[in-house]
């Protein structure tokens, strides 16, 4: 199987960390030590190119390892992260980690999210969500000197382009977090509510319940029992559940609101 991950949006352009180890070995063995799952980045066949980095692998497993391995080591997105299926046709890298976990692995017969990406001397210059039934041959006739067009199997917060947001709480901290590229370039990780399209009465509703949640823990022995009540949680995961739904509700079809 052949591994294709993009550069472009990458939080980190690792090409050139790979080419530093690969000169420097002792560096190269340094890194290896502190890698969770081994050395499968580092001895992975792959090529470096202007818009990303083809590996090759053999057995699903390590896909998915490659994948945990380049966001937890190299600061890589696992969006970022295409796995080449029959048929030239690519899955991405959110869609392979759901099919991962299923066993035994088996490629879908179809699908309903794909998409197109456009390469132009190496580098994606369109990503397009395509209709059931549009062959990636139409758009040749858009992009006419596109070097490759590549077709992606995606899930459908992908295929709308949609901004990915996880709900749960932390210590003096938000309660809404960016999950994916799109989120992040626009919102940060650790979102400041302010900064969402929300009306103001929701954005006090959201800041209330934060400083609550903190009225949780006994900051003056924060090791030490909570001060609330097993009604006090019942209380604070019923208004925390109200607010999750409404926040879908009023951000809309544009986000993706997971509760963690």
């Not at 202007?50 to 600061?75: K, M, N, Q, W």
């Not at 800041?207 to 823990?217: F, G, P, R, V």
Request: proline fraction near 5%; aromatic fraction near 14%.
């Amino acid at each position: 199987m052949k591994i294709l991950v993009l550069n472009k949006g990458a939080y980190r352009d690792f090409r050139e960390s790979l080419t530093y180890s690969d000169e420097h070995i002792d560096l190269q063995d340094q890194k290896i030590k502190q890698m969770k799952y081994g050395n499968i980045i580092a001895s992975a066949p792959r090529t470096i190119l202007p818009g990303g980095v083809f590996f090759h692998f053999e057995a699903v497993p390590d896909i998915c390892t490659l994948s945990a391995e380049l966001r937890s080591f190299y600061g890589i997105n696992y969006e970022q992260v295409l796995t080449e299926g029959p048929n030239g046709i690519y899955y991405s890298g959110p869609l392979m980690w759901e099919q991962c976990k299923k066993s035994p692995f088996r490629h879908p017969s179809s699908w309903d999210f794909r998409r197109i990406l456009v390469f132009s001397d190496g580098d994606i210059i369109a990503r397009k969500s395509i209709a059931s039934g549009t062959s990636r041959e139409a758009f040749r006739k858009e992009y006419p000197d596109a070097d490759e067009l590549i077709e992606v199997w995606c899930v459908e917060w992908e295929y709308y382009d949609k901004y990915v947001l996880n709900y749960w709480f932390e210590w003096r901290g938000p309660c809404l977090w960016g999950e994916n590229i799109r989120a992040h370039e626009k919102y940060g990780y650790a979102i400041n509510i302010d900064n969402l399209p929300l009306a103001p009465r929701m954005k006090e509703r959201v800041e209330a319940m934060i400083q609550w949640h903190d009225t949780a823990l006994d900051w003056d022995n924060p090791g030490g029992a909570s001060p609330w009540t097993d009604e006090e949680n019942e209380r604070f995961d019923k208004a925390a559940t109200e607010l999750y739904e409404d926040l879908k509700k009023e951000l809309g079809d544009e986000f993706e609101v997971r509760r963690r």
